[in-house]
């Protein structure tokens, strides 16, 4: 009996409890004041997103205030209708209106189109957030606004002051959130800090010249949007047919862009701002074109602060204007697609320009260009079309079409990529290759557009005769983001709302980031087009320049056509076998010992490397990788340096190891007396740079870092200075001992010898 009423107790305190839940699931489930509040805030936050999407990714605002407003209902009564669309689909569930399960559906429709250009996950995460957020404000405020709202039950106004605290909370904290520009990580250890180098010999390229700075502009003199190359222009030039070149611009689609620019893909004009120096010349020609942004959000511009300094230093610049082809609106339902040929193109028939003023009897241009040495400049996407015009200036055809002939022949001997895409235009469906051109790639570890460092796979492809004396080098740096080299991209490398997410306070100021390329890029061109060959260590060694760079992290790679590769792996899947003849490969006590392609943040490097792995800890006998050198047909002495690339791999086993690697770099001779040096005697190798883009690492889609390979040189004549015995000239082995560091991954690649 005592037994029996225990059990009634508890059956009685279970039904109570049941009950208490009950009436707090009642009183909390939301009445139709609720659920209409809530989707007024669901709408108001759908209509505010797509106003600033519109402003600030489409700048329909250029068509005028009325057609301004006009593409804002279409655009709502577009997603609205697409979302209905998939609400009569879906099965009614007892519970949400039907109009709230719309909104909602409307507003995930206008996030994905607005931000489906960027890495970031976050933004999306973010923006879900925010729709919940506003949902419970919106439905805790209608309540409250509602008569009657005191005659309610005690515990529904408790839960609707509740809903509303919460929801007012979230959006004071999400709206600082989003202000908030970011925070300082810790910089990374700078491997290559420490050493003394001798520095260069050389007139600081980031200063002014003696030149007087001239400008003007040059266009179609039609053009409805910009003056300098409509009726201001100072040079009216010819229009060009890009049909054979540009997909995209044709339809509806075609139709809206036309609309703006008041001109079609048959008719696209050769417009570009001009600095020279003011003197007779001839001046070697540069030109430079921006990449994919905002086609009403000019880019050209963003350009000025180098022309000046290569004019006064006595270049011809010429800004490109390609904003035509850029991304728009109209790309919500698609538009240009694969048009970086077109860019590269538009770049060779800018220099047909220029030649026939060069040769003319009179005019601002007449015998002043050196149409001998010409140099091409690209940012993002106008990177890879400074390649592409490089490849396109020396065939006879179109690789797409041979209907198109092509006759160029320009003496372009000089490359500059920022930032630059890759792969986006495949002539016959391989990357793009360029021959003997001297090339230069420079990149931002805390780029938040082009995330990944893939114009490492075109420097790859820049391949040397011997025939002539040329470079290719690359420069990742830290801190550089991807639009701070243009003027007007500024600091937020996507859209502006998903721009919050960024963080922006580990991005290096703007100065600074355009003094980088106020070094590099004048000394490049100084070096390749005006044969000023003291400029050439710092692209070996940033630590060569004489306090011209910013305080950070830069890693140099560097080969030129007087270097001798012994392997770069790329010549069979024989792990033993080398790039020249005779050759062998060996590894010793390895835990790991693979050739492979490297894996970037988003895709892969193009050219295969060497992956060498050990752990000193669990293997007594010292770990190492032997290259034996040819019998025959190979000669080195001390005046040559043994070069390559190495890369730390940052392999998952590590446990995300961020310590800087040192090893042994041990030479033999035929007789067996060897000599040695540590590879911290010119640097230790760099761990890989973690680019903090996001305010939260689980932000971005991609990983957090990837290789970056930086040359190693080290001159023979060390090793002699090492042991006096050791003869260079009978050089028979190169072997690098792992024994400093007691575990780690390196990528090892482009194994040489150079004068």
């Known amino acids: 009996m005592l037994l029996k009423e225990r059990i009634d107790k508890v059956r009685i305190l279970i039904l109570k409890i049941l009950g208490l839940f009950k009436r707090l699931r009642s009183a909390a489930a939301p009445g139709p004041a609720a659920w209409k509040g809530a989707a007024f805030g669901v709408a108001a936050a759908g209509v505010l997103l797509w106003i600033i999407g519109c402003?600030?990714?489409?700048?329909?605002?250029?068509?005028?205030?009325?057609?301004?407003?006009?593409?804002?209902?279409?655009?709502?009564?577009?997603?609205?209708?697409?979302?209905?669309?998939?609400?009569?689909?879906?099965k009614i569930q007892a519970g949400i209106p039907y109009y709230y399960r719309w909104l909602w559906i409307t507003v995930i429709l206008i996030t994905v189109i607005v931000f489906i250009s960027t890495f970031i996950t976050g933004v999306i995460i973010t923006a879900f957030a925010g729709m919940f957020i506003v949902s419970i404000f919106g439905a805790a405020l209608n309540i409250i606004l509602r008569p009657g709202y005191r005659n309610r039950p005690l515990i529904k106004r408790?839960?609707?002051?509740?809903?509303?605290?919460?929801?007012?909370?979230?959006?004071?904290?999400?709206?600082?959130?989003?202000?908030y520009p970011g925070s300082v990580v810790d910089k990374p250890v700078n491997a290559a800090a420490g050493i003394e180098v001798e520095k260069i010999n050389a007139p600081d390229p980031s200063q002014a010249g003696a030149y007087k700075v001239l400008s003007l502009s040059y266009?179609?003199?039609?053009?409805?949007?910009?003056?300098?190359?409509?009726?201001?222009?100072?040079?009216?030039?010819?229009?060009?047919?890009?049909?054979?070149?540009?997909?995209?611009?044709?339809?509806?689609?075609?139709?809206?862009?036309?609309?703006f620019w008041k001109f079609d893909v048959t008719e696209l004009p050769l417009n570009a701002s001009v600095w020279y120096p003011d003197g007779d010349g001839p001046y070697p020609l540069v030109?430079?074109?921006?990449?994919?942004?905002?086609?009403?959000?000019?880019?050209?511009?963003?350009?000025?602060?180098?022309?000046?300094?290569?004019?006064?230093?006595?270049?011809?610049?010429?800004?490109?204007?390609?904003?035509?082809?850029?991304?728009?609106?109209?790309?919500?339902?698609?538009?240009?697609?694969?048009e970086n040929d077109a860019r590269g193109w538009i770049l060779l028939e800018h220099l047909?320009?220029?030649?026939?003023?060069?040769?003319?009897?009179?005019?601002?241009?007449?015998?002043?260009?050196?149409?001998?040495?010409?140099?091409?400049?690209?940012?993002?996407?106008?990177?890879?079309?400074?390649?592409?015009?490089?490849?396109?200036?020396?065939?006879s055809f179109y690789p797409d079409d041979a209907r198109q002939v092509f006759d160029y022949g320009f003496n372009i001997k000089s490359v500059i990529a920022i930032a630059p895409t890759d792969g986006m235009y495949k002539p016959t469906g391989v990357g793009t290759p360029i021959e003997d051109i001297s090339y230069l790639v420079l990149h931002g570890a805390n780029d938040g557009d082009l995330v990944m460092f893939i114009g490492a796979s075109q420097y790859e492809r820049v391949s040397f005769t011997g025939q002539e004396d040329k470079f290719k080098a690359s420069v990742y740096i830290y801190g550089a983001n991807h639009g701070q080299f243009n003027t007007e991209w500024g600091n937020r490398d996507v859209p502006i709302i998903a721009s919050t997410l960024l963080n922006k306070k580990e991005i290096m100021p703007p100065q600074e980031q355009r003094q980088i390329a106020k070094v590099y890029i004048p000394a490049f061109l100084r070096a390749t087009l005006r044969g000023e060959t003291g400029y050439i260590p710092?692209?070996?060694?940033?630590?060569?320049?004489?306090?011209?760079?910013p305080d950070t992290i830069y890693l140099n790679n560097f080969q030129d056509s007087a270097t001798t590769i012994i392997s770069d792996f790329e010549e069979d899947i024989d792990l033993v076998s080398t790039s020249i003849k005779g050759g062998r490969l060996m590894g010793e006590n390895l835990s790991l010992w693979k050739e492979d392609v490297v894996e970037l943040k988003v895709g892969t490097y193009e050219a295969k490397s060497v992956f060498l792995g050990w752990d000193n800890e669990n293997n007594m006998v010292e770990a190492s990788y032997l290259i034996e050198l040819p019998d025959d047909g190979f000669m080195v002495n001390k005046?040559?340096?043994?070069?390559?690339?190495?890369?730390?791999?940052?392999?998952?086993?590590?446990?995300?190891?961020?310590?800087?690697?040192?090893l042994t770099i041990e030479l033999a001779d035929a007789s067996g007396v060897r000599a040695r040096l540590p590879l911290s005697s010119f640097?230790?190798?760099?761990?890989?740079?973690?680019?903090?883009?996001?305010?939260a690492d689980f932000m971005y889609s991609t990983k957090l870092s990837e290789p970056v390979f930086q040359t190693f040189e080290y001159p023979l004549e060390k090793f002699v200075n090492n042991n006096a015995e050791f003869d260079s000239g009978t050089l028979e082995s190169i072997r690098f001992i792992f024994d400093k560091t007691p575990s780690g991954v390196v990528i090892l690649d482009n194994i040489g010898f150079r004068p």
Not at 306 to 332: C, H, R
Request: hydrophobic share 45%; net charge negative.
């Open 683 to 695: 640097s230790r190798l760099q761990p890989q740079i973690e680019g903090p883009t996001a305010k």
């Open 55 to 90: 402003v600030e990714n489409f700048l329909l605002v250029d068509y005028g205030f009325a057609g301004f407003l006009l593409s804002i209902i279409i655009g709502l009564f577009v997603f609205s209708a697409a979302s209905g669309v998939v609400v009569l689909f879906l």
């Open 219 to 259: 266009g179609s003199g039609e053009d409805y949007r910009r003056k300098q190359y409509g009726e201001d222009a100072d040079i009216v030039t010819k229009t060009v047919d890009g049909t054979p070149y540009i997909d995209g611009w044709e339809g509806f689609i075609g139709w809206a862009r036309t609309l």
């Open 639 to 662: 005046e040559s340096c043994l070069v390559f690339s190495l890369s730390d791999a940052n392999d998952e086993n590590e446990d995300a190891r961020r310590e800087s690697i040192d």
């Open 158 to 179: 408790i839960i609707t002051i509740s809903g509303l605290v919460i929801g007012a909370l979230g959006l004071i904290l999400g709206s600082f959130y989003l202000l």
């Open 287 to 338: 030109l430079a074109v921006h990449g994919n942004h905002l086609m009403e959000d000019y880019s050209d511009s963003g350009y000025a602060y180098l022309g000046e300094l290569l004019a006064s230093n006595g270049f011809i610049f010429a800004s490109v204007d390609e904003n035509f082809l850029n991304y728009s609106w109209s790309n919500i339902l698609g538009g240009i697609k694969e």
């Open 538 to 549: 710092l692209f070996k060694d940033y630590r060569t320049a004489s306090g011209w760079l």
């Open 352 to 395: 047909k320009l220029w030649r026939k003023w060069n040769n003319s009897l009179d005019g601002f241009f007449s015998g002043k260009v050196d149409m001998n040495n010409i140099g091409l400049i690209g940012h993002s996407r106008g990177g890879e079309a400074a390649a592409v015009a490089a490849a396109f200036n020396m065939l």
